[in-house]
């Protein structure tokens, strides 16, 4: 029933449409005609005003032929990290490419592609199916903002699959809780030539602290990485100001917290060894942060209906699913925060965010097949 020549020339036609974060509107209006035709009620949400975006959420309705069935959401985003604009996909027999000078898109065109399909073969074969809905989110690729502003209490579905990730054959049922910080060190302006005694250089308690923190892979649940450090440019001042950048990620919260607190205590002790001594006062350095979590950590236990949903519906199909933990979050963390139990499955995307990602075909195609097994299955049910 799925056909995976119209799948291909699906994915083409998302592929070629420009959608960075923010400007994912030439990829809404496809994706709302396709909808339309298909005979779905849709609603673009007010997301897009909230985040300075030229497009909301895109929020699907399927009729169902049996009603008496649990509602379903699926769901897939819009936007694309940079380089991302007019990308020239390359058709290879098993795969599709990108030319090599922007990423594909694969991430995450496939999973909108496979949604389409899945309710196109739906509509053409009148396969027996509950409730569906759909969230084509935007701006996921920048903290899940688009799955953060949809309104999941004016959805049905208590469980979803969301389509974000490399192979068909895993099923992502854990993934981490992310904090972002921002550290700003406070030192103390002077002559770097004349008077350096009398300042407190704010990159150097920067560097104590950076070199003293837990960075990089922690332990197998918990990663950390610091990508900027900002200060004043003149060399021959003692920089007065040293601004960090970083995140930290876990699978486990409790441990989460304890790293953030451990980052923080090195910014604290850092600060505290450095002073200078003016006019009999003694100055220290400061420290002044910024920190939230991005985003919640899920945990689906392999047992729950929407995972074994997946995984029957794989075996019936002669595929085996193992089901995993990735160290990044998608818009299934936002939903399992708000009470919708939420798997991310495989979509046959490869390299992601990388100007060498592409396609791996096969796996695209058997993507779509699970899913609309799942559809089928849980209407059978
Ligand atoms: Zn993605």
Request: hydrophobic share 40%; aromatic share 2%; charged share 25%.
């Amino acid at each position: 029933m799925i056909r995976r020549d119209r799948m291909v020339d699906t994915v083409l036609d998302l592929i070629r449409l420009d959608s960075h974060s923010r400007e994912e509107r030439l990829v809404a209006d496809y994706l709302i005609s396709a909808l339309r035709a298909l005979g779905c009620d849709v609603v673009v949400d007010d997301a897009g005003r909230e985040v300075g975006g030229n497009a909301g959420n895109v929020i699907a309705r399927v009729k169902p032929s049996r009603s008496d069935a649990p509602s379903l959401l699926l769901s897939a985003h819009m936007d694309v990290v940079p380089p991302g604009e007019g990308v020239n996909p390359i058709v290879e027999p098993a795969r599709i490419r990108s030319d090599g000078t922007t990423i594909l898109g694969g991430d995450d065109k496939t999973g909108l592609a496979v949604i389409l399909e899945t309710l196109t073969a739906v509509s053409e074969h009148d396969v027996p199916h509950g409730p569906i809905e759909v969230v084509f989110s935007i701006c996921e690729e920048v903290g899940l903002l688009g799955a953060k502003h949809v309104d999941c209490d004016a959805l049905s579905s208590k469980e979803a699959i969301v389509l974000d990730s490399g192979s068909s054959s895993r099923l992502v049922t854990r993934a981490p809780s992310s904090d972002g910080f921002e550290f700003v060190v406070h030192g103390l302006e002077a002559h770097a030539g004349m008077c350096p005694e009398r300042g407190i250089s704010a990159v150097r308690v920067a560097a104590q602290a950076v070199a003293a923190m837990p960075l990089g892979r922690i332990d197998a649940e918990t990663t950390s990485n610091v990508v900027i450090l900002e200060c004043p440019k003149a060399t021959n001042v003692v920089p007065n100001r040293c601004v960090v950048r970083g995140e930290a990620r876990s699978l486990d919260d409790a441990r989460l917290d304890a790293v953030m607190r451990e980052i923080r205590r090195c910014f604290q002790d850092a600060a505290g060894s450095a002073s200078a001594t003016l006019d009999g006062s003694v100055q220290r350095a400061w420290i002044e942060e910024r920190s939230q979590r991005t985003y919640h950590s899920m945990r689906v236990p392999d047992e729950a209906p929407v995972a074994q949903l997946v995984l029957s519906s794989a075996k019936s199909l002669g595929a085996e699913i193992e089901t995993v933990s990735i160290g990044g979050g998608s818009d299934a963390n936002v939903y399992n925060r708000r009470g919708i139990q939420s798997v991310n499955l495989g979509t046959g995307m490869r390299d992601i965010h990388t100007v060498n990602e592409w396609i791996d075909l096969p796996d695209f195609f058997r993507c779509a097949e699970i899913v609309l097994e799942c559809v089928r299955r849980r209407a059978a049910a």
